[in-house]
């Protein structure tokens, strides 16, 4: 099944099982500039499988494949884009091909943007107080 769950339930859901990963599915020149979470305190490390090749943003055909070829399917895996708008296709994609627990994070790294333009403040990862870093 295809489940959104927030910020701090994914945190927790890594926190408590150690099968659970976080795959973030955002675009190279997002984890260069925006910023990836960091999972170090749990011991565990974010997998960068792009849902979109930059530039064109078509579907990566690669992108099931390399999931299959990292993960147990009988495990979690939360997925998690800028703000939200890819993750719940890689989710539902994922699991169509027979993983069990797929995972959208509700509102991605950034979130929306507020009324001044930026993102990271109003909803996300970012906006939660999880760790992240710059690369």
């Given at each position: 099944?295809?489940t959104?769950?927030?910020?701090?339930q994914a945190?927790?859901?890594?926190?408590?099982?150690?099968?659970a990963?976080?795959?973030?599915?955002r675009?190279?020149?997002?984890?260069?500039?925006?910023?990836?979470?960091?999972?170090?305190?749990?011991?565990?490390?974010?997998?960068?499988?792009?849902?979109?090749?930059f530039?064109?943003?078509r579907?990566n055909p690669?992108?099931?494949?390399?999931?299959?070829?990292t993960?147990?399917?009988?495990?979690p895996?939360?997925?998690m884009?800028?703000?939200?708008?890819r993750?719940?296709?890689?989710a539902?994609?994922?699991?169509?091909?027979?993983?069990a627990?797929?995972?959208?994070?509700?509102?991605?790294?950034e979130?929306d943007?507020?009324?001044?333009g930026?993102?990271?403040?109003?909803?996300g990862w970012k906006?939660?107080g999880?760790?992240?870093r710059?690369?």
């Amino acid at each position: 099944m295809t489940t959104e769950i927030s910020p701090r339930q994914a945190w927790d859901l890594l926190a408590a099982d150690k099968h659970a990963r976080l795959v973030d599915v955002r675009t190279e020149p997002e984890w260069a500039y925006v910023g990836v979470p960091d999972l170090a305190d749990l011991g565990k490390a974010v997998a960068k499988i792009s849902w979109h090749v930059f530039p064109e943003m078509r579907v990566n055909p690669e992108f099931i494949g390399k999931l299959k070829a990292t993960y147990d399917p009988a495990n979690p895996v939360i997925f998690m884009c800028r703000s939200g708008g890819r993750s719940p296709a890689a989710a539902k994609a994922v699991f169509e091909t027979g993983f069990a627990r797929c995972f959208s994070l509700a509102g991605g790294f950034e979130g929306d943007a507020d009324e001044d333009g930026h993102r990271g403040t109003k909803v996300g990862w970012k906006a939660e107080g999880l760790p992240w870093r710059q690369p």
